[in-house]
């Protein structure tokens, strides 16, 4: 049973408008949220993360909104670059845990 | 320059034969993991570290083993009963079990 889930396998935009990627989660235990973003035969890489005190946490071009009322969270993009293209996961945790949960995550293509 | 290395980069072998991958942080994180990635599937936690000489299983266990003797080196080897062994396998590592985890550039193991 999946955990933590991404149910758009991908999304499109255009250059300079907004992207906005879901993640919803069923564990009401889950406290801390990260999203990374992973370029094709590479590592991922840390973007955001959130904890649970948290409804939003900005950075630069990257806003992650948490809801937990609907156990949903969202990752903005704004403005989206084409080197925003990538595959973005979202993980969750708690504080009891000892490791993180990834989604399958969500291919972002951002064209000029 | 801190960071986690992974070699090699692709790795080929028959089938029915053992093989090591290699992953070294010099981050003197304390946690380390080994996730697969396999097309549509996300990433799915093989087996994690909190700490030396200790070790947990994650959600796809069966056929890995890994060792812990030393904080900076994680090495995982699949078996010959990893019944699909072919695929895209990262080594991260964390301050601490609930942080950010850093990624290595990820080793791309086919199984002939």
């Known amino acids: 049973d999946q955990q933590v889930k991404q149910n758009s396998p991908s999304l499109s935009v255009q250059e300079g408008r907004i992207s906005i990627l879901n993640c919803d989660y069923t564990n009401s235990m889950f406290d801390y949220f990260l999203w990374y973003k992973k370029y094709p035969a590479e590592g991922p890489t840390f973007l955001i993360s959130i904890s649970s005190i948290k409804d939003k946490n900005e950075d630069g071009r990257f806003t992650v909104f948490l809801n937990k009322s609907a156990k949903h969270l969202s990752l903005h993009i704004v403005p989206s670059q084409p080197g925003d293209s990538a595959v973005y996961f979202c993980?969750?945790?708690?504080?009891?845990?000892?490791?993180?949960?990834f989604g399958k995550g969500t291919t972002l293509s951002v064209s000029s | 320059d801190g960071g986690i290395t992974q070699s090699p980069k692709y790795l080929f072998r028959k089938e029915g034969q053992n093989v090591t991958l290699s992953c070294e942080q010099n981050l003197n994180h304390d946690a380390m993991y080994w996730y697969r990635q396999d097309p549509g599937q996300g990433l799915r936690l093989i087996y994690y570290?909190?700490?030396?000489?200790?070790?947990q299983k994650g959600d796809i266990a069966e056929g890995y083993s890994v060792s812990r003797e030393k904080k900076e080196s994680f090495p995982l080897t699949v078996t010959s009963a990893q019944k699909n062994p072919t695929a895209f396998y990262l080594c991260?590592?964390?301050?601490?079990?609930?942080?950010?985890?850093?990624f290595g550039p990820g080793t791309r193991l086919t199984v002939l």
């Open positions: 993980a969750a945790g708690n504080q009891a845990g000892t490791a993180l949960i």
């Open positions: 570290s909190q700490i030396v000489n200790d070790f």
């Open positions: 991260a590592s964390s301050i601490a079990a609930l942080s950010e985890q850093f």
